[in-house]
């Protein structure tokens, strides 16, 4: 059940004191995922999901936990929002290769509603009253979000190559200027600035023109 009331620090709280259960949602209200997951009902089917995340994703960027009852969740998480319909094609692509898991997003788009959740870490199971574990990586602390796969925002990167306020990093690096595979913006003013897709001022407009 989902309550549209505020995340506040007692309610994460109460959450790892086993009083509630809190999950998240894969899509937020902007159509866009930071995180996409598998339910493993055993640990015979966790095995094949870790083998088919990790073909895909970085080790550092996945988190595995228990959930308290018999099934164990893997989530991966990426270092920028990507579109709903590209988080939904990634989990499946996974889940494709071990009968019967469930993927997280189930939707490649949410209407109205918030789609399907995922419980999060460390919280107590309904049924068993067993709390939930850590088991990669012993903290959350330790994950580290990966860059998601190129494809997943096909017209940006085209578009980024020809606009003409992308310019390459430069840094000094031993008493000489090098570049450093970065790319920045200089659209407003000339003022220097990240080029990435969630910041591009044109993007954002919906116009892809130069």
């Known amino acids: 059940m989902?309550?549209?009331?505020?995340?506040?620090?007692?309610?994460?709280?109460r959450h790892l004191r086993g009083e509630i259960c809190l999950g998240a949602?894969?899509?937020?209200?902007d159509g866009e995922c930071r995180w996409i997951g598998w339910e493993a009902d055993s640990s015979t089917m966790l095995r094949p999901i870790l083998s088919a995340a990790k073909s895909m994703f970085p080790e550092k960027a996945m988190l595995?936990?228990?959930t308290g009852g018999r099934s164990f969740h893997v989530k991966v998480f990426f270092n920028r929002p990507i579109r709903a319909e590209d988080a939904y094609a990634l989990a499946k692509k996974v889940a494709e290769s071990v009968e019967g898991v469930e993927f997280y997003p189930k939707q490649a788009k949410v209407g109205e509603g918030f789609g399907?959740?995922?419980r999060i870490p460390l919280g107590r199971h309904g049924k068993t009253?067993?709390?939930?574990?850590l088991i990669q990586p012993k903290?959350?602390?330790e994950i580290v979000p990966c860059p998601p796969p190129d494809w997943c925002t096909p017209i940006f990167k085209f578009f980024a190559m020809e606009c003409a306020y992308r310019v390459n990093e430069i840094r000094r690096r031993k008493g000489a200027l090098a570049e450093t595979g970065l790319h920045c913006c200089l659209y407003f003013d000339g003022t220097v600035g990240y080029c990435s897709e969630n910041l591009c001022p044109i993007m954002q407009r919906g116009s892809a023109s130069v």
Do not use: I, Y
């Open 2 to 13: 989902t309550v549209k009331e505020p995340v506040t620090l007692e309610v994460v709280q």
């Open 25 to 29: 949602h894969p899509v937020g209200p």
């Open 64 to 66: 595995v936990h228990s």
């Open 116 to 118: 399907n959740f995922m």
């Open 129 to 133: 009253g067993e709390k939930g574990a």
């Open 139 to 141: 903290s959350l602390s």
